[in-house]
């Protein structure tokens, strides 16, 4: 919902916003109108959807052409020519960028692994570079080593990172960024300990959630465990179902219910026999999984700080997460941390927060308590105090 532009614009700080594609702005209006075609799949829709404020409109300019060619080679080509024509987008988008100038800007605040040749340039220019990386940068190498040690689970994907270093071979980030927002002590740690940032280079800025969540009204039904989130290996889906076997060997008769865009080939696996799989649920009609939960369950591997685990805390659901899910909740406060790939201690905790409605109970009140420090309003607040420690 352009969050940070609409937050720096409020602080009177927003010099200029430039975006790819937005459906209110440039040619995105006019293919906006194209929605309405009465076309299968219409890929018009999202763009139509996407709206840039009112109030930051004036301040904003979309780089259309490079983000159409970017979408037609993704509908049409293979994984790895498609990363590729990432990259030759990016290029093509940051130089745009450049050659429309900085205004009065001071400093420049991009997204993970975006903005390129506009960083040199700022850089150049004395301009302080702020990047959110709201993902650990090591998740590609993490996610490669689980497809190796799980086969059968996914197809094994190109070698991103050796694919960039081919076409950005001076690359320099996130070393190059002065300040880099972390919104969770597992990004701060993989960059500080593998990428060569230096500690005092970094801020943990965790994220928020809309404050309607805190409206939901819960009807937890017993044993009901809801997963939220792409049904893949990042985010542990493979040890959820082994989990789940573990648990029905115990006698749990509770359900696993799976929320979230996912493959045929997870849907089918062997292991997967106890999860229900929902498919893709449209945001306006998730929250009632939410409601219905007993418990949140996201064993990932590499996240940032999952949106979905502050939705949960907002709904008042006790949540089953490991370290790097990058959840706000506290372990023994609002639910509980457990090891990385660790089947056996997700089982065991699942048994201990159904079956102890007392701890359930308690969980779940605080996890509403502790969502109200985390409000998009004060993720905004923890923004601004993050970039005024650069002056």
């Not at 970017?70 to 050659?99: G, I, N």
Request: proline share 7%; glycine share 8%.
């Amino acid at each position: 919902g352009y969050a940070v532009p609409r937050i720096l614009h409020q602080a009177d700080l927003l010099e200029r916003f430039y975006t790819d594609l937005a459906g209110n702005i440039g040619l995105g209006r006019a293919l906006s109108l194209l929605a309405l075609a009465p076309v299968p799949g219409n890929p018009f829709g999202r763009i139509s959807r996407r709206r840039i404020p009112p109030e930051i409109l004036p301040l904003s300019r979309g780089f259309a052409p490079a983000t159409l060619r970017l979408a037609l080679a993704s509908r049409f080509r293979d994984p790895e020519s498609v990363y590729r024509s990432q990259l030759r987008f990016d290029d093509a988008w940051s130089m745009a960028m450049v050659r429309s100038g900085f205004g009065n800007a001071t400093h420049l605040y991009s997204m993970f692994c975006e903005g390129g040749r506009l960083i040199a340039e700022a850089k150049n220019r004395g301009i302080c570079t702020v990047s959110d990386v709201y993902i650990p940068p090591s998740v590609n190498r993490l996610v490669a080593a689980e497809r190796r040690q799980h086969p059968g689970w996914e197809e094994n994907a190109p070698d991103y990172d050796g694919i960039r270093r081919l076409h950005l071979p001076d690359d320099d980030y996130p070393r190059n960024i002065d300040l880099c927002l972390c919104p969770s002590p597992a990004v701060r740690d993989d960059l500080v300990g593998h990428w060569g940032v230096a500690p005092d280079r970094t801020a943990l800025v965790p994220y928020g959630m809309d404050p309607r969540w805190l409206d939901i009204e819960p009807l937890p039904e017993p044993g009901q465990i809801l997963f939220v989130g792409t049904a893949d290996l990042r985010k542990g889906i493979h040890y959820l179902a082994m989990a789940s076997e573990i648990l029905r060997q115990r006698g749990f008769r509770g359900q696993f219910r799976v929320a979230g865009n996912v493959s045929d080939t997870v849907v089918n696996h062997p292991a997967c026999r106890h999860l229900t799989f929902l498919g893709r649920i449209p945001r306006d009609r998730v929250h009632e999984e939410f409601r219905r939960a007993d418990v949140f369950v996201l064993p990932s591997l590499a996240e940032g700080s999952a949106e979905v685990t502050y939705e949960a805390l907002a709904a008042g659901l006790p949540q089953i997460v490991t370290r790097a899910a990058g959840s706000v909740a506290r372990d023994g406060i609002d639910g509980l941390v457990v090891p990385e790939r660790d089947p056996e201690a997700i089982a065991d905790a699942v048994e201990r927060i159904v079956g102890d409605r007392s701890l359930r109970d308690s969980l779940a009140a605080a996890s509403r308590e502790r969502a109200r420090d985390f409000t998009w309003e004060c993720y905004g607040e923890r923004l601004l105090a993050a970039l005024a420690s650069m002056e």
